[in-house]
T-cell receptor, first 116, second 114 residues
Framework: EAGVAQSPRYKIIEKRQSVAFWCNPI?????LYWYQQILGQGPKLLIQ????????DSQLPKDRFSAERLKGVDSTLKIQPAKLEDSAVYLC??????????????FGEGSRLTVL | GDSVTQMEGPVTLSEEAFLTINCTYT??????LFWYVQYPGEGLQLLLK?????DKGSNKGFEATYRKETTSFHLEKGSVQVSDSAVYFC?????????????FGKGITLSVRP
């Protein structure tokens, strides 16, 4: 079974430029998450989708970050304009939606962003 | 809100040493608890989980017991190997169904010397 795919793996940009990250979840996984992992910290949830609808985007900096999952499969996270503090690894994860809270999240390898 | 607190790191051990990594949590409901591991150059992967009080999760020689009375989920291994060198994250999930999400601790880096 193919895992969660993310691209690009690495991106270096200058501040005020824009960047986009792509994620393809495991086939059949209705729930998709984007997490931000700053060096030395644990992953922080940015946005959660259920199919093509947003479940939680309370921690997404909406003035510069946007995300979509138009067809309920793959997803794109965009940052525009980028700031120095956006340097982080952006993790995509997916999960089979179940009735409980025990379902495992499967993570991609992440996209490492460096803002200069 | 929900939170997870992990002991400060990094941790460096010799091969075959005993490992304990402390984790405590704060949650409003009845969370499930997880340990995720991130090996160098790889993505996060589930190591073990426990879904209710007194449950013990185990995998690859690692164990953790869900202690509701102390709100803890400490990770242990009796004899670590060099291949266990990685970053370990404690996490909880306190919502059900489509709202379920993970809240992570800061992570701790484990280095095992031969």
């Amino acid at each position: 079974e193919a895992g969660v795919a993310q691209s690009p793996r690495y991106k270096i940009i200058e501040k005020r430029q824009s960047v986009a990250f792509w994620c393809n979840p495991i086939s059949g996984h209705a729930t998709l998450y984007w997490y931000q992992q700053i060096l030395g910290q644990g992953p922080k949830l940015l946005i959660q989708f259920q199919n093509n609808g947003v479940v939680d985007d309370s921690q997404l900096p909406k003035d510069r970050f946007s995300a979509e999952r138009l067809k309920g499969v793959d997803s794109t996270l965009k940052i525009q304009p980028a700031k120095l503090e956006d340097s982080a690894v952006y993790l995509c994860a997916s999960r089979l939606t179940t009735g409980g809270n025990t379902g495992e999240l499967f993570f991609g390898e992440g996209s490492r962003l460096t803002v200069l | 809100g929900d939170s997870v607190t992990q002991m400060e790191g990094p941790v460096t051990l010799s091969e075959e040493a005993f490992l304990t990594i402390n984790c405590t949590y704060t949650a409003t409901g009845y969370p499930s608890l997880f340990w995720y591991v991130q090996y160098p150059g790889e993505g996060l992967q589930l190591l073990l989980k426990a879904t209710k009080a007194d449950d013990k999760g185990s995998n690859k020689g690692f164990e953790a017991t869900y202690r509701k009375e102390t709100t803890s989920f400490h990770l242990e291994k009796g004899s670590v190997q060099v291949s266990d060198s990685a970053v370990y994250f404690c996490a909880l999930s306190d919502m059900t169904g489509a709202n379920s999400k993970l809240t992570f601790g800061k992570g701790i880096t484990l280095s095992v010397r031969p």
